[in-house]
Every structure is written in structure tokens, then in C-alpha cells.
């Protein structure tokens, strides 16, 4: 089976040619740059980038596998959750590719894809515990097969990733923030400021990061280097220590539900993805906890791409899910998972 897989979420257009598992082809463009001018992604301005590169992407990726049009089996586009005005570039032109080529068309999930892109790489064996952490979701899952998940945990406000950004915007450092502070609290000492670990010691699956970016705010105007107010932003040593605090707390605020979670459903494989999985102080962490196997995505696989859509594209449709050229985005991940019916209440 030949499948394309289509990507555009949100700041960034994906697309992967994948035949029977093996990935012959992929292709990304980037609007970092353009976003970076706005500190944050620009929904219209996303759509329109999406517009452009679609087609001469695909074209593209075709061409680097050696694959035809008319030797596709399958179209496999991201329909949520994600930005409704990104969304609709990928699924509309994947509904007209697959309507062309009379071939199947199926809708994938963005999270779920995120942690089945482990089976490319060989580290999806069932059952398993995932973690999708990423700018805009932190959710815990269980993962039984191709089409058995089940949702245990989530954020409860902002999602890690959003939080990385928030703070790198604060102090002045540029989008997106999260490589920039991973790589200062690499030189930083993470005893330095007090931050809290939101809900980390609560006996459930919920995580929040709202409170912890507010600590930061706060450290900030204390300290008379929050830009915005006219302080003077930290710089050198305070910046890398802020940073380290920061992304020390955000690991330990993680990391315990996950240790929970697995505990919880008797699982000891593990699997992270999503953008925030590329973090190496998450990696650290998580890699660190007693007696669990944790495999990480690959970091130009943790970003979004194409690979992952057409991976779990292909597993669905061979589990019988169907989607006709009636398919719409559905933007939101609670509504997604209720119409894929793997939602459950978290504990």
C-alpha cells in the first residue's frame, strides 16, 4: 500500500510518502521565520502559506519517491485537532486529490499520529503508555493498538509547549522559545528561583502550567526585568538560571503523572512525542524514571510531519475505519476523540 500523508495543523505544511511501512519520501515547509515577527502563529497567515506550498510539496515529495499519482493507494490527511482555517487547506485539498484518483481518503487524529509515528521506527509494541507533549497539548493516552486509544490525563489550561513560549516571550527571547531555553538552562543552575510544580503531587492524571507561567511573570516584576513593564530583561547567568528553574519545574510537573499513569494501568513501556519530546531535559527525566522503558520519537519526527499521518493513516484503514469526501476538520482534540469514540473522563 502507497500512502501520502498530508500535514497542515498549524504553522507548518507536511507531507510523506510511505509504502507498505518504509518511508520513501518527506517533505516540510516552515513558517517559523514569518510567525516569529508576531511572537506566535498567525492563523491567517498560516492558511495562506499552506495554500501556496501544498501542491508544489506534494509534487515534490512524489517526484523524491519515485511514486506516481496513480500509484497511490491512500490519502491520509490531519483533520484536528489544530487551527479550523489550517485544517481546511489540507483536508479540502486531500478530499480533491482523493476524489481525482478515485482512492480511499482517511482523516487522522494529530495527537494520536504524534505517538504512532514509534511504529516507523520501531518502537510501537503494545500496549504502551503515551505522552503527547507539544506546543499546543499535553495529554497521557493509553494505547492498546492502531484504533484503541484511551485518553487518562490532560492539561487542564496551557499546554507545556504553550508555556515554553509564553515565558521565552517574557524575558525577550525570540519564537519559538522552547529550543532557546532548553539550551540556556543547559548553562543555568535549576535551584535558582523558586517556581511551583502545578498539581504534581495531586493523585490524579491532570497537569497545568497556567500557574507555573504566572510564577514566572511574577519572579519578573519583582525583579524589575519584565520587558513589557520597562524593566530590564535578565540576561547572562539570571537568564540561564531562569530558564533552568523553569524547565526544571516544568519536567517535575510532568513526570510524576506519568510515573502515575503507568503505575495506574500496569504499563511499563512508555512513548513520547510531539514537539516538546525533543527537550532534553524532559528526555533526561523521563528516560530517568524506575523501572520504565521510554521511547522517544526522534527529534525531526517530533515536530509535525507528514510520516506520522500517512504511519497511522495506513494502520486505520487496515482496521476498517473509513472516511468518505464528506470528511470536515474538527479543530478541537475533546470533540475529535468523542467522534472517534476514545474519550473517556480522566481519573
Same mark, same amino acid.
Given at each position: 500500500?502507497?500512502?501520502?500523508?498530508?500535514?497542515?495543523?498549524?504553522?507548518?505544511? !507536511?507531507?510523506?510518502?510511505?509504502?507498505?511501512?518504509?518511508?520513501?519520501?518527506?517533505?516540510?515547509?516552515?513558517?517559523?521565520?514569518?510567525?516569529?515577527?508576531?511572537?506566535?502563529?498567525?492563523?491567517?497567515?498560516?492558511?495562506?502559506?499552506?495554500?501556496? !506550498?501544498?501542491?508544489?510539496?506534494?509534487?515534490?515529495?512524489? /517526484?523524491?519517491?519515485?511514486?506516481?499519482?496513480?500509484?497511490?493507494?491512500?490519502?491520509?490527511?490531519?483533520?484536528?485537532?489544530?487551527?479550523?482555517?489550517?485544517?481546511?487547506?489540507?483536508?479540502?485539498?486531500?478530499?480533491?486529490?482523493?476524489?481525482?484518483?478515485?482512492?480511499?481518503?482517511?482523516?487522522?487524529?494529530?495527537?494520536?499520529?504524534?505517538?504512532?509515528?514509534?511504529?516507523?521506527?520501531?518502537?510501537? /509494541?503494545?500496549?504502551?503508555?503515551?505522552?503527547?507533549?507539544?506546543?499546543?497539548?499535553?495529554?497521557?493516552?493509553?494505547?492498546?493498538?492502531?484504533?484503541?486509544?484511551?485518553?487518562?490525563?490532560?492539561?487542564? $489550561?496551557?499546554?507545556?509547549?504553550?508555556?515554553?513560549?509564553?515565558?521565552?516571550?517574557?524575558?525577550? +527571547?525570540?519564537?519559538?522559545?522552547?529550543?532557546?531555553?532548553?539550551?540556556?538552562?543547559?548553562?543555568?543552575?535549576?535551584?535558582?528561583?523558586? +517556581?511551583?510544580?502545578?498539581?504534581?503531587?495531586? $493523585?490524579?492524571?491532570?497537569?497545568?502550567?497556567?500557574?507555573?507561567?504566572?510564577?514566572?511573570?511574577?519572579?519578573?516584576?519583582?525583579?524589575?526585568?519584565?520587558?513589557?513593564?520597562?524593566?530590564?530583561?535578565?540576561?547572562?547567568?539570571? +537568564? /540561564?538560571?531562569?530558564?533552568?528553574?523553569?524547565?526544571?519545574?516544568?519536567?517535575?510537573?510532568?513526570?510524576?503523572?506519568?510515573?502515575?499513569?503507568?503505575?495506574?494501568?500496569?504499563?511499563?513501556?512508555?512513548?513520547?512525542?510531539?514537539?516538546?519530546?525533543?527537550?532534553?531535559?524532559?528526555?533526561?527525566?523521563?528516560?530517568?524514571?524506575?523501572?520504565?522503558?521510554?521511547?522517544?520519537?526522534?527529534?525531526?519526527?517530533?515536530?509535525?510531519?507528514?510520516?506520522?499521518?500517512?504511519?497511522?493513516?495506513?494502520?486505520?484503514?487496515?482496521?476498517?475505519?473509513?472516511?468518505?469526501?464528506?470528511?470536515?476538520?474538527?479543530?478541537?482534540?475533546?470533540?475529535?476523540?468523542?467522534?472517534?469514540?476514545?474519550?473517556?473522563?480522566?481519573?
Amino acid at each position: 500500500m502507497v500512502v501520502l500523508g498530508i500535514e497542515t495543523s498549524c504553522d507548518e505544511t !507536511a507531507v510523506a510518502v510511505v509504502a507498505d511501512g518504509v518511508v520513501r519520501a518527506e517533505e516540510v515547509a516552515s513558517q517559523v521565520a514569518e510567525h516569529a515577527a508576531y511572537g506566535g502563529v498567525v492563523p491567517e497567515l498560516a492558511s495562506r502559506r499552506h495554500l501556496e !506550498a501544498i501542491d508544489p510539496l506534494v509534487t515534490t515529495c512524489l /517526484a523524491d519517491a519515485g511514486v506516481a499519482l496513480a500509484d497511490l493507494d491512500l490519502i491520509a490527511v490531519t483533520r484536528g485537532p489544530g487551527l479550523l482555517v489550517a485544517l481546511l487547506v489540507g483536508v479540502q485539498y486531500a478530499k480533491g486529490l482523493a476524489a481525482g484518483l478515485s482512492i480511499p481518503l482517511i482523516g487522522v487524529n494529530h495527537c494520536l499520529a504524534h505517538l504512532y509515528v514509534a511504529v516507523a521506527e520501531g518502537g510501537g /509494541a503494545y500496549p504502551y503508555l503515551g505522552l503527547v507533549v507539544s506546543g499546543g497539548h499535553t495529554h497521557l493516552f493509553r494505547v492498546d493498538g492502531p484504533v484503541e486509544f484511551t485518553l487518562l490525563g490532560h492539561t487542564v $489550561d496551557d499546554a507545556a509547549g504553550e508555556a515554553f513560549d509564553k515565558v521565552g516571550k517574557m524575558v525577550g +527571547l525570540p519564537y519559538p522559545a522552547g529550543p532557546e531555553i532548553d539550551c540556556l538552562a543547559a548553562a543555568g543552575d535549576a535551584t535558582a528561583v523558586a +517556581l511551583p510544580r502545578p498539581m504534581a503531587r495531586r $493523585d490524579n492524571l491532570l497537569l497545568s502550567f497556567s500557574g507555573l507561567k504566572t510564577a514566572v511573570r511574577t519572579h519578573l516584576e519583582r525583579n524589575g526585568q519584565l520587558p513589557e513593564t520597562g524593566g530590564v530583561p535578565p540576561a547572562g547567568r539570571a +537568564l /540561564a538560571d531562569l530558564c533552568a528553574s523553569f524547565q526544571q519545574a516544568v519536567v517535575e510537573t510532568i513526570a510524576p503523572k506519568v510515573a502515575r499513569a503507568a503505575a495506574r494501568e500496569g504499563l511499563t513501556r512508555v512513548v513520547v512525542g510531539g514537539g516538546v519530546a525533543a527537550n532534553r531535559g524532559l528526555r533526561a527525566a523521563l528516560g530517568a524514571l524506575p523501572g520504565l522503558d521510554v521511547h522517544f520519537i526522534r527529534p525531526a519526527w517530533c515536530a509535525d510531519n507528514g510520516v506520522m499521518v500517512a504511519t497511522l493513516g495506513e494502520a486505520r484503514f487496515r482496521a476498517g475505519v473509513r472516511h468518505d469526501l464528506d470528511l470536515a476538520p474538527i479543530p478541537g482534540l475533546a470533540p475529535l476523540l468523542v467522534d472517534e469514540g476514545v474519550v473517556q473522563d480522566p481519573a
